[in-house]
């Protein structure tokens, strides 16, 4: 049977937190081998808010080389960057059509972000859900793994497909979430409520994926806990829960191996443990990265090709889709 295929994209927001690499990129990686993957990295997407373009065009870049130093291998899987790619700002516009205010008046994220940033509540923000169905649907993906918090977005894309193809006949493959089996909810190192968020004010919050083996461990050592003593998961803790989550997903451990390992020792030792467990994790990335963003025109090589690949295989969808609600062929 043909393997199925694997759409995602992520925000070119500089350097990852360490809540989006386990979240989902270091997912990504793994998933090549079982599946067809493409990758995308979203700048169309990034202009909905403001941008500077010299900082858009380097985080663009950055987050390009962080992928591939995540494992993501360009001769495995289509990794490519979204504006070269013409296919999706043209997808968006028939999709558009098909697709209601009334429907993306309700989208959380664009209520969250239009107060936000309400002095540019733009029209891009706005069809923000849009543009995405259409990363997807240009594909015809079977799976998109998602976070919580792009799921009402995937569902809208689902409802798009179904949608056009009751009305101009099937064309879409409606799109499946893919909950990963490993990845988990990585929440603010101060704030243990919050998701971890790279805009938190308070840089203790968030681990970034290229910071080095000592702010991480400085950062680790800040986080807040409680005043028990006891390293275990338990719901109302969680300042260590979230450790917890994290030293496990980077360790394999299981909690309770967890709660073992750290049973009569203090938190003290604990959070160190956390700190250089993912520092040391993160070294090879970190490398890795270095090395790609100074060759330049390995990367170019490689992003040029990804969106040669994907403009091809896109087109052949977009075609179809022209052609069915009624444009005239180009010869
Ligand atoms: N909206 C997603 C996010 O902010 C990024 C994204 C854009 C995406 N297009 C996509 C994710 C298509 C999955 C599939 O995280």
């Not at 805009?199 to 203790?204: L, V």
Request: aromatic share 10%; net charge neutral.
């Amino acid at each position: 049977m043909d393997k199925k295929l694997i759409f995602s994209g992520i925000q070119p927001t500089g350097t990852f937190t360490l809540g989006n690499y386990i979240g989902a990129v270091r997912n990504w990686g793994p998933l090549q081998d079982e599946y067809n993957c493409i990758y995308c990295v979203v700048d169309l997407h990034a202009i909905t808010v403001k941008q500077e373009p010299a900082k858009l065009r380097k985080n663009t870049l950055d987050a390009y080389a962080l992928l591939m130093a995540c494992g993501i291998d360009t001769e495995k899987s289509i990794l490519f960057i979204q504006s070269h790619v013409k296919t999706h700002a043209e997808l968006n516009w028939i999709l558009g059509c098909s697709t209601q205010f009334g429907e993306l008046s309700r989208m959380t994220q664009f209520k969250d972000k239009s107060k936000r940033h309400a002095d540019d509540v733009n029209s891009g923000l706005f069809t923000y859900p849009v543009l995405m169905a259409a990363d997807i649907l240009a594909y015809n993906a079977d799976l998109v793994p998602v976070g919580v918090d792009q799921k009402q977005h995937l569902e809208l894309a689902r409802n798009i497909a179904q949608r056009f193809n009751q009305r101009y006949g099937e064309l879409f493959t409606v799109p499946e979430p893919y909950i990963a089996e490993i990845g988990a909810k990585v929440m603010s190192l101060q704030e243990p409520t919050k998701k971890m968020s790279k805009s938190d004010e308070n840089p203790n919050a968030c681990i970034l994926i290229l910071d080095d083996k000592d702010t991480i461990i400085r950062k680790f050592k800040r986080a807040v806990t409680d005043s028990e003593a006891e390293v275990c998961y338990r719901e109302g803790k969680d300042g260590i829960n979230n450790l917890m989550t994290i030293y496990s997903s980077v360790t394999g451990k299981s909690f309770d191996e967890i709660t073992s390992e750290f049973a009569g020792k203090g938190y003290g030792d604990f959070k160190l443990a956390v700190g250089e467990t993912v520092a040391d994790h993160l070294a090879p990335i970190r490398n890795e990265f270095d090395r790609l963003i100074q060759d330049k025109a390995y990367l170019k090589k490689c992003y040029t090709e990804g969106a040669e690949k994907a403009q091809r295989y896109s087109q052949r969808i977009v075609s179809k889709a022209f052609h069915k609600v009624g444009f005239v062929d180009k010869a």
